[in-house]
């Protein structure tokens, strides 16, 4: 049996995931309702200068960002990427938002692995749906234990 693997790096910045177990556990559960398997799947916090570096070389967008998503797949089903997250995006977000810092980074996780199975958010019913989903899965992990 292959064993799952997500993993949570920072790159240039000092930051940890707290409870790294239970948002992979909770990260595992999301693609599992989605129809998916995680196979290989890296988280890499980071700060704008660094995000805005990837998204002008890899994307052609010379725009700040919260997010970029990888996607490494090479089997239906099996998620295999990296998924590239600005803090400090998350951070600004959380207070235009009005929202706490730990909402808005559950969203944003749950934001690219979604992307991973497949969803977009480039037109506006395509983006209603992925804030329907990312509430679905925040509120599943909000009732967890700590």
């Not at 890296?42 to 725009?63: A, S």
């Not at 019913?125 to 234990?145: A, G, P």
């Amino acid at each position: 049996m292959a064993t799952t693997k997500i993993h949570f790096f920072a790159e240039e910045i000092e930051f940890t995931l707290p409870q790294k177990q239970k948002h992979r556990e909770w990260l595992l559960n999301l693609a599992k309702e989605e129809g998916f398997q995680v196979r290989e799947l890296n988280y890499i916090f980071c700060d704008d200068e660094y995000l805005h570096k990837i998204n002008v070389e890899y994307l052609d967008h010379d725009t700040l960002t919260d997010i970029i998503t990888f996607d490494n797949s090479e089997v239906k089903g099996k998620i295999e990427g990296d998924i590239f997250i600005s803090v400090d995006r998350v951070k600004e977000n959380a207070g235009l938002f009005q929202g706490t810092f730990e909402n808005e980074m559950r969203r944003i996780l749950a934001h690219g692995l979604l992307h991973l199975c497949g969803y977009k958010d480039k037109s506006e019913q395509e983006e209603q749906l992925m804030r329907q989903k990312e509430s679905h899965y925040i509120e599943k992990i909000s009732t967890w234990n700590t």
